[in-house]
């Protein structure tokens, strides 16, 4: 049986079963746990589901070796292959193969025969067809698509130059939203490295204590003294103290408007975060949220509308999302928000939040999921530096984090046109010709 989808498109572009496009369409498998010398020194890498998160897939978690390629049923894939995650909470997920891999059982591989489709049209069409997707999927325990239903799934395809044209037009938009993430990861990677240097191992401390030169400006390196001293927390830099977090920011809590009362929530303007809405973050950049709240709703939570900069940590189920706002919140009751203190950083406080997070879980307790209490965080202590230092630290990780920001509203509108322009172009709606003044229009 065939399963026709997106049947929306021009009489002239032939209807297609996704089997007819391919030279291969197939399943991996997991070489046994049991045998280490299947993912020891591994050189594959191995593609499991939760892996699929609708882009190219650059690297994976765990490879596994030539041996378990050879005794299993995990098989290479080529470069170009479209993954579609056929069980579970991921059903109906894509991915691309950035390179030759393997995947696992819950992975089918679709190695497209170039000469009658693109990769990328069929990778988008699946793409647009994911809810129809989702609803083909069976089970009651866990949903889940099979093998044969997706050989059977049916799209128009346009001649095979106009996929390549749109696939082109599509990819452009998403090479550059990934662009903007690696670009964004690299400068998040340097502010937790420069935050763990100073705060966590005092590098330019003990490289003064030692006689050693911190690789810091002689103005910057100034700023450090030259030897550590005992504290409740062992050695900390002399002049440093150990405050609690409540001193170093007001911490507050937030709250649900009834969600019946129709004026809290009809027409809101206010965005209410949830941890959910933290969840989706790439980065620690909160632009938007879900749902919003009216003035009403707004009267409704107790800390009110927090200011741009607010740091948020989700205090439950789980404990450990991060976000720095960059629009005034409301929050609902699942959220430590800290507003720092005069003379404190909030990329200082972002940063401590990150690596304190395990002592901030040993204060949380509960029998359901574990919750921490603004009480009990208050009273976390940390490390905190001089002035002029946690000045410095501002100052040199502002400009990053800034361009995390632009890149990240970058994406948004990137996302916005991609989305917009993936069912017209899918649909035969709108011509290739026609895509690039489309996006002026859009983009303007």
């Not at 897939?57 to 894939?77: F, H, P, W």
């Not at 691309?96 to 679709?110: E, F, V």
């Not at 965005?271 to 709703?297: C, F, N, Q, Y």
């Not at 706002?325 to 507003?339: D, H, L, T, W, Y």
Request: charged residues 25%.
């Amino acid at each position: 049986m065939e399963t026709k989808l997106c049947t929306v498109a021009p009489k002239h572009w032939p209807i297609r079963a996704i089997e007819d496009v391919c030279a291969r369409v197939t399943s991996g498998g997991t070489p046994s746990r049991r045998n280490p010398g299947y993912y020891a020194d591994g050189t594959w890498p191995w593609v499991k589901t939760q892996e699929l998160q609708d882009k190219w897939i650059d690297r994976t978690e765990e490879s596994i070796t030539d041996r378990a390629v050879a005794q299993s049923s995990a098989k290479i894939l080529p470069a170009n292959t479209v993954l579609v995650a056929m069980y579970g909470a991921t059903v109906g997920q894509l991915g691309l193969l950035r390179r030759p891999m393997t995947c696992n059982q819950a992975c089918c591989a679709l190695v497209v025969d170039e000469t009658l489709a693109d990769y990328r049209f069929v990778f988008y069409q699946l793409l647009h067809a994911r809810s129809q997707l989702k609803n083909l999927a069976t089970g009651a325990a866990q949903q889940n698509l099979s093998g044969a239903l997706i050989r059977s799934l049916r799209f128009p395809y346009p001649p095979i130059s106009e996929q390549r044209a749109i696939a082109h037009i599509l990819g452009t938009l998403d090479d550059k939203i990934e662009l903007n993430r690696r670009m964004s990861e690299t400068l998040e990677a340097m502010a937790r490295a420069l935050f763990k240097s100073w705060f966590v191992d005092f590098d330019p401390v003990r490289a003064k204590a030692e006689g050693r030169d911190p690789g810091l400006p002689k103005p910057l390196a100034d700023l450090f003294p030259a030897r550590l001293v005992d504290s409740e927390l062992g050695e900390i830099p002399e002049g440093w103290e150990i405050k609690p977090i409540g001193d170093l920011a007001e911490v507050v809590g937030g709250s649900t408007p009834k969600t019946d009362r129709a004026e809290y929530w009809e027409g809101g303007t206010h965005p209410w975060v949830t941890p959910k809405d933290l969840s989706r973050l790439a980065m620690p950049v909160l632009l938007d949220t879900e749902r919003k709240i009216t003035d009403a709703g707004l009267a409704q939570v107790s800390s009110g509308l927090l200011p741009r900069g607010t740091v948020l940590l989700s205090s439950r189920a789980p404990i450990g999302y991060l976000a720095i706002a960059e629009v005034p919140i409301a929050v609902n009751q699942g959220f430590i928000a800290m507003k720092p203190r005069l003379g404190i950083s909030n990329l200082f406080l972002l940063r401590w939040a990150r690596e304190a997070h395990d002592e901030i879980v040993s204060h949380a307790n509960g029998s359901t999921f574990l919750e921490i209490s603004k009480s009990s965080f208050r009273l976390i202590p940390a490390v905190a530096p001089t002035a002029p230092i946690m000045q410095a630290f501002d100052r040199i990780s502002r400009p990053m984090f800034l361009k995390v920001v632009e890149h990240e509203r970058e994406v948004r509108v990137l996302a916005t046109l991609r989305d917009t322009l993936l069912p017209k172009l899918i649909a035969g709606e709108l011509r290739v010709n026609d895509a690039d003044t489309f996006i002026e229009r859009v983009a303007s």
